[in-house]
Each structure stands twice: as structure tokens, then as C-alpha cells.
């Protein structure tokens, strides 16, 4: 009797050891099992914001987490080096090629050549114009024009009560960009619908904070009488390269000019808590972690969306800030 008990004890332990070794191995192996190693060729227009930057380590810092090679190749602002760049990934056969078009056209010929290639291609941030659809398979980004709709919100709410008529200066993203045409359209689509509101001037500003201080230094100087009540910027760094000039000058930014930005870069949320900005649109370039997990998926065979937009909020000068977190950009 009593040595039935030990055989059957023995048998137990030899079954609970063999699987704790079969977890363990079988963990072992998971861990062994090295992720297939992908590839991404990816191409970033530059580093002309700080929004741009933010984009650029979010999707490095995806890419890294997710054990995944990431071919990175700044453009420097030329549509001509973003298309050597895909061609480069091309002839390294990257398993997905990942870039933002900084222009809308001028891209089916070297899509062509990644189709041909078979090498999905995946377009993030801003869009393009192709003839054929085919040519990339998702675009992940923000909805600009909606973005341009909610600029333009929050002046009619602000001056819903005023009985006078406003002058608007405006300063544009890069031109050609869907962005630029984006937030130009949406911004349009509502401020044409109150006629006390004239855009009265648009400024290429190519997105740079240098343009917009150049911009208000040679505004301000031919048109000494101040002739706009608002400013409606593409993106917070001109916004805040025209609010560099105006701090030496007698024109108190967010009082005297009303000032609508886009991107909610911590430098202008800070001028907003300031008073210096009236209304922040954000527009959110840590999408790295979305874009990975497509390109994961793509991988594996899996179908993702043709299109995938963020959600994004508009911070106004009537919001509580204090316990928004620091923005990272
Ligand atoms: C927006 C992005 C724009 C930002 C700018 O999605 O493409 O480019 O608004 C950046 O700051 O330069």
C-alpha cells in the first residue's frame, strides 16, 4: 500500500516537472524565436518643426520596440531626395516602404517601380495625388481640412456677439502639401459662411518659424496701421516666429491680434497660457505606434484600412490647461 503512494507521488512530481520544463522550453523558444526580421524603408520630409521631429522619433521609437529594422532617410524638404530614397529601398528590398509625400503630386512613376517591386507602400502624415489608387495600400494621418473647420469654429464662436467686421492674415504650410491646402480649404468652408469675416492676405510660410518672423517683420513694415484683427497660421511655429516680432512692438499678441494656430507644439500651448495665443488646433504626430502595428500587420498577411485619421482635440483660450500633460514637441 504505503509503496503505491510513493510510485504514485513519484509519478506526480515527473508530471508536474516535465511540465514546468515544457512551459519553460516552450517559453524559452518564444523568447529563441526571433521576430522575422522586417524592414522598413522610411522617408521623413525633413526637420522643419518641431512637430516633424516629434514624428520622426515616434516612428524610430516604434519601430524599435517592435524589433523592426526602420531605413531612415531625411529628404531635407526635396521631393527629389524622398524619390531616391524609395528607389534605395526599393533595390534593398524592404519588406514595407513608409513615407510622407511633402508635396501631393509627382509620385506614380516611383510607386510604380514599388508595386513592380512588390513592396507595399504605407503614407502617413500627408496625402497624395496619384492616378492610380493602387499604388499605396493606407494612409494614417490627421484630417487637415477638418482641422482648417475648427480654426475657423473658433473665431465665429469668439465673436458670435460683435457686430463689426474682421480682417484676417493668413500664413500657409508648404505649398503644394495636402496639409497647406487642407487647413486652407476646411478653414474656408466655415469662415465663408459669416460675411464679417475677409481674409484679406495669404502668406506661403513653407511651415518654418523663420518665414513666419520674416513674414511679420516685412508685413508690419508696409502696413505700419496694423490692417488685420486675426491671425490664422498652418502651423504654431509661424505663429510663433510672427509673435517674436510682434513682443517688440507695441501690438500685444492674443488682445490687439487675435492669433489661431495648428499643431499644439508645447511652445504655444505655453503662449496660450500666456494670452498670447487665442485657440491651439492639434494636429498629433506620435502616430509611430499605429503606423508599426500596420506594418506588422501587412507582414502577416493581414488587410488594414485604406484610410485611418486621429482623433485630435482644439485647446481655446476658455480651456483649464493646468493639468494638460507636457506635449513631448
Ligand atoms: C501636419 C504636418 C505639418 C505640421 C507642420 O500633419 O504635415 O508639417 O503642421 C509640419 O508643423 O511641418
Known amino acids: 500500500m504505503k509503496s503505491t503512494i510513493i510510485k504514485r507521488r513519484m509519478l506526480f512530481l515527473l508530471v508536474c516537472t516535465l511540465l514546468v520544463f515544457s512551459c519553460t522550453k516552450k517559453q524559452t523558444e518564444e523568447i529563441k524565436q526571433p521576430q522575422k526580421n522586417i524592414i522598413v524603408g522610411f522617408s521623413q520630409i525633413g526637420a522643419e518643426s518641431a512637430w516633424r521631429t516629434c514624428n520622426t522619433q515616434s516612428m524610430q521609437d516604434a519601430a524599435s520596440a517592435s524589433g523592426i529594422q526602420l531605413l531612415y532617410d531625411n529628404a531635407e524638404q526635396k521631393q527629389e531626395n ?29 510607386l510604380r517601380e514599388a508595386k513592380d517591386a512588390g513592396i507595399p507602400v ?36 469668439k465673436f458670435k456677439d460683435e457686430d463689426r467686421n474682421f480682417r484676417i492674415l493668413e500664413i500657409l504650410g508648404t505649398e503644394g502639401s495636402s496639409v497647406a491646402d487642407g487647413r ?3 478653414f474656408r468652408e466655415i469662415i465663408n459662411t459669416d460675411n464679417r469675416f475677409t481674409i484679406t492676405a495669404s502668406i506661403d510660410g513653407d511651415f518654418l518659424r523663420s518665414r513666419g518672423k520674416e513674414i511679420a517683420e516685412t508685413y508690419l513694415q508696409e502696413n505700419p496701421e496694423l490692417p488685420f484683427d486675426i491671425l490664422f497660421s498652418h502651423n504654431d511655429g509661424m505663429a510663433l516666429g510672427f509673435i517674436d516680432v510682434l513682443n517688440n512692438t507695441s501690438i500685444r499678441p492674443g488682445k490687439d491680434i487675435v492669433i489661431v494656430s495648428v499643431d499644439a507644439e508645447q511652445a504655444a500651448i505655453d503662449a496660450l497660457k500666456e494670452g498670447k495665443i487665442n485657440c491651439v488646433v492639434e494636429c498629433n504626430p506620435k502616430i509611430g505606434d499605429l503606423v508599426i502595428d500596420m506594418v506588422k500587420k501587412l507582414t502577416e498577411g493581414k488587410s488594414i484600412p485604406r484610410t485611418t485619421n486621429i482623433s485630435e482635440n482644439v485647446f481655446t483660450e476658455w480651456d483649464d490647461l493646468s493639468l494638460l500633460p507636457l506635449r513631448g514637441y
Open 82 to 110: 524622398q524619390i531616391k530614397a524609395i528607389r534605395s529601398f526599393i533595390v534593398y528590398q524592404v519588406d514595407v516602404i513608409v513615407f510622407v509625400p511633402i508635396v501631393q503630386d509627382g509620385w506614380d512613376n516611383v
Open 122 to 157: 504605407i503614407i502617413i502624415d500627408r496625402k497624395m495625388r496619384v492616378a492610380d489608387e493602387s499604388l499605396f495600400t493606407a494612409f494614417i494621418g490627421a484630417d487637415h481640412i477638418e482641422e482648417g473647420r475648427n480654426a475657423a469654429r473658433f473665431l465665429l464662436k
Open 184 to 186: 486652407y480649404a476646411g
